[in-house]
């Protein structure tokens, strides 16, 4: 038997249906009886109800059960980060800060900017909605603002020197005192707007991805391990040369203790008066600076002689080699790989014959108009052609090898065998200048190529800390904004580190979104304990925390 409610009237009929087979063996409902309206007060339907309470024994009287639901605040992801965040020593901040005067601390707030940048990263607003749906450890969400979060960058960048010395300070026992390697790459992180005012840290440029866009300089050094150890803000047109020296030398005085130091830096930083100025950097111990540095594509011609006879050794050999030689009195290693040798030859091969089809093509033509052919559209001129032709030769970065005469009044143009010998000479290899005298020439190419674990660092700062855009404008918010995107990527290091280490293959990330199914009543049951509930997942256990008071 079952209930069934039916409409009759504008009213709403209880019923009470019973279930039974034909005699052909089908089943059918009929109804057994009608209880009475719904929709009637202390109507015959009441009274049923009321006796089918008293016969379980409950009062007639009784309110009906309510299903309570209870707000939940995610812990686990901040607990951890929390718990990482003191055992770094981070929470020494507060010491170097107290002398900034507000009534809330600033060191929490500069935690929770951080800790966001992590779990959920957003802008200052959405910050404090985040805050809302977490427990932060010894926090009270309601005595953070949106100024002072904002007060508190800059009171970040009023302290800006302790601050750095600080973490400088917590961050040398990460650091090998015999041997550092350390990598230093620049990048550029995009701001929002369109106007550029006198004294703005935000300029317009050509950006890493290749687009002109507002925009600002970070530079990042990080050691062997992959753990940042320093960051520098320049402006957005700055050029990437001039910002090793002052970078190297902020380095060397704020790790004194360091007895031997290797930088690495990536194409596009070598010039001949920087590797003159870091042959003369020494160490406060009085050793030299030793440095490995790549030679950028652009300066490759100047090593033509020197490479002819490693290019006809290493010809027709399907294997990688690597050959020493000396340039400018310092060690030249080249690194030559034949797959990627013969990739960059067929894909220049296919744009220079592109180009040569467009080439015909606009001949072709003009050649018709000539002869009094009639095509539709503007008619083509020499002087259009020209042009034309070489914005795309520029656009396919082959102005070395294709040759456009705008000088001549008719469109010509030819093809530099001998700048297109020499470029294929080039293909596959990867030439490095370096004064590091123990290492072999394997050896140097392995150090150099860990540079790629910086570019994974930008990466996590692009996407999983989502340092751009940035909405600032302010130089010096620009400047608190990035300090405090560098200290989560710390923590972002070393969790991956710790998690590599305990053989776990879960990124940081994937991890903190685990752990923020960890949860705690909004409300909770007693002032002692804090029960957490969270749904089953990989790697968590369900359990009770011991959360301290606010």
């Given amino acids: 038997m079952f209930v069934k409610l039916t409409r009759s009237g504008g009213h709403t009929y209880a019923q009470l249906m019973g279930s039974l087979r034909d005699a052909a063996g089908k089943l059918r409902q009929r109804t057994i009886a009608t209880l009475g309206r719904v929709d009637e007060r202390s109507g015959q339907v009441d009274a049923v109800l009321s006796t089918l309470l008293r016969a379980k024994g409950h009062s007639?009287?009784?309110?009906?059960?309510?299903?309570?639901?209870?707000?939940?605040?995610?812990?686990?992801?901040?607990?951890?980060?929390?718990?990482?965040?003191?055992?770094?020593?981070?929470?020494s901040l507060a010491g170097v800060l107290r002398r900034a005067r507000y009534t809330t601390p600033i060191e929490q707030a500069i935690r929770v900017m951080v800790f966001n940048r992590l779990c959920d990263a957003d802008s200052?607003?959405?910050?404090?909605?985040?805050?809302?749906?977490?427990?932060?450890?010894?926090?009270?969400?309601?005595k953070i603002t949106q100024q002072h979060l904002l007060r508190s960058m800059d009171a970040l960048m009023d302290h800006q020197g302790a601050v750095d010395d600080c973490v400088a300070h917590l961050l040398r026992p990460l650091i090998d005192d015999e041997l550092s390697v350390v990598f230093y790459d620049l990048t550029t992180i995009r701001s929002q707007g369109l106007s550029v005012q006198e004294g703005d840290l935000c300029h317009f440029g050509m950006s890493k991805e290749g687009v002109v866009a507002r925009q600002f300089m970070l530079g990042v050094v990080q050691t062997a391990d992959g753990m940042p150890i320093y960051h520098e803000v320049f402006d957005g047109n700055t050029a990437e040369a001039?910002?090793?020296?002052?970078?190297?030398?902020?380095?060397?005085?704020?790790?004194?203790?360091?007895?031997?130091?290797?930088m690495v830096a990536d194409r596009g930083r070598l010039f001949i008066d920087n590797l003159n100025e870091l042959a003369a950097i020494t160490l406060p111990n009085g050793?030299?600076?030793?440095?490995?540095?790549?030679?950028?594509?652009?300066?490759?011609?100047?090593?033509?002689?020197?490479?002819?006879?490693?290019?006809?050794?290493?010809?027709?050999?399907?294997?990688?080699?690597?050959?020493?030689?000396?340039?400018?009195?310092?060690?030249?290693?080249v690194a030559h790989d034949?797959?990627?040798?013969?990739?960059?030859?067929?894909?220049?091969?296919?744009?220079?014959?592109?180009?040569?089809?467009?080439?015909?093509?606009?001949?072709?033509?003009?050649?018709?108009?000539?002869?009094?052919?009639?095509?539709?559209?503007?008619?083509?001129?020499?002087?259009g052609a020209k042009a034309r032709f070489f914005h795309e030769v520029a656009e396919a970065h082959l102005s070395k090898i294709i040759n456009v005469d705008l000088k001549s009044g008719l469109f010509t143009y030819d093809i530099d065998a001998k700048a297109l010998a020499r470029a294929q000479m080039m293909d596959g290899k990867l030439l490095l200048v370096t004064n590091v005298a123990e290492l072999d020439p394997a050896q140097i190419v392995a150090r150099y190529k860990s540079l790629a674990d910086i570019e994974r660092g930008f990466k996590v700062l692009k996407s999983e800390i989502e340092i751009a855009p940035v909405?600032?404008?302010?130089?010096?918010?620009?400047?608190?904004?990035?300090?405090?995107?560098?200290?989560?990527?710390?923590?972002?290091?070393?969790?991956?580190?710790?998690?590599?280490?305990?053989?776990?293959?879960?990124?940081?990330?994937?991890?903190?979104?685990?752990?923020?199914?960890?949860?705690?009543?909004?409300?909770?049951?007693?002032?002692?304990?804090?029960?957490?509930?969270?749904?089953?997942?990989?790697?968590?256990?369900?359990?009770?925390?011991?959360?301290?008071?606010?």
């Avoid at 220049?348 to 072709?364: D, F, P, S």
């Fill in 60 to 91: 007639a009287d009784a309110a009906t059960p309510q299903i309570k639901f209870e707000s939940a605040l995610a812990l686990g992801d901040v607990w951890a980060l929390d718990q990482l965040w003191r055992e770094l020593g981070l929470d």
């Fill in 124 to 142: 200052k607003l959405g910050t404090l909605r985040w805050l809302q749906t977490v427990s932060m450890p010894g926090l009270e969400p309601s």
């Fill in 242 to 262: 001039p910002t090793m020296m002052p970078t190297i030398r902020k380095v060397l005085a704020r790790y004194a203790h360091i007895f031997r130091l290797v």
């Fill in 287 to 333: 050793q030299c600076l030793e440095f490995i540095l790549a030679v950028p594509g652009r300066r490759y011609g100047e090593f033509v002689e020197l490479l002819q006879p490693l290019h006809d050794a290493a010809s027709g050999k399907a294997a990688k080699s690597i050959a020493e030689s000396k340039w400018e009195g310092r060690r030249l290693i």
């Fill in 338 to 383: 034949p797959a990627r040798a013969q990739e960059q030859t067929a894909l220049r091969a296919t744009r220079i014959a592109a180009l040569v089809a467009r080439a015909e093509q606009l001949a072709g033509k003009l050649d018709g108009q000539d002869a009094g052919e009639v095509h539709q559209g503007r008619k083509l001129s020499d002087s």
């Fill in 471 to 550: 909405f600032h404008r302010l130089p010096e918010r620009i400047r608190a904004h990035a300090s405090i995107c560098f200290m989560a990527l710390i923590l972002y290091r070393v969790m991956r580190q710790r998690l590599t280490a305990a053989g776990h293959v879960a990124s940081p990330e994937t991890v903190l979104a685990q752990l923020s199914s960890a949860k705690r009543l909004h409300q909770p049951r007693s002032a002692h304990h804090r029960h957490l509930h969270h749904r089953s997942r990989p790697g968590i256990h369900a359990g009770r925390f011991e959360h301290p008071q606010p």
